[in-house]
């Protein structure tokens, strides 16, 4: 009787404290994308084309969600962090069209990228978006700005950032 040899994979994709953003809606979303992104790097091929479903299913929501969060508190719908997020589910659609085809490597390059994206993504815009949120007083369950007197009298454009109208 032969052995067949298994190697299990480890996955380099996990929740970091650098990650953290001090506001709880956020971070909970955040931990649940890194778990899903982990899956996918993890997975067998016989699983990681629905795993790499799953986790573009939850940034299509966690997305959305941070976009709402945005036109809530006035910051512009065209602005760059919005862009940002329309592009990469752009991409992650068309990398599960592919995968869906056989490419399962992509799907797992697709996956370390957008570990190493997500990283930059985090520490800066959404730290920016998170400070906003905090600063306006933004209940994420309800949708309501608890301190609409620190609401920008425009909406952000733009990145968000100092430069940004």
Not at 7 to 36: K, N, P
Not at 43 to 57: I, K, L, T
Not at 78 to 107: F, P, T, Y
Not at 128 to 157: K, T
């Amino acid at each position: 009787m032969s052995e067949i040899a298994t190697t299990e994979r480890i996955a380099t994709v996990q929740w970091s404290d650098a990650l953290c953003l001090d506001l709880d809606f956020m971070d909970d979303t955040h931990r649940e994308f890194i778990d899903l992104l982990a899956e996918v790097e993890v997975a067998d091929d016989d699983r990681v084309v629905a795993c790499f479903a799953a986790m573009v299913e939850h940034t299509d929501g966690h997305f959305g969600a941070e976009d709402r969060w945005m036109q809530d508190t006035h910051f512009s719908s065209s602005n760059c962090h919005s862009m940002q997020h329309n592009v990469i589910l752009q991409v992650l659609r068309e990398g599960l069209k592919r995968g869906q085809a056989g490419d399962l490597v992509l799907l797992r390059d697709l996956a370390r990228e957008l570990d190493v994206w997500f990283s930059q993504h985090a520490q800066t815009m959404d730290a920016a978006l998170a400070l906003h949120l905090r600063g306006v007083g933004y209940d994420a369950d309800s949708g309501r700005v608890l301190h609409p007197e620190a609401l920008p009298a425009q909406e952000i454009s733009g990145c968000g950032g100092s430069c940004s109208s």
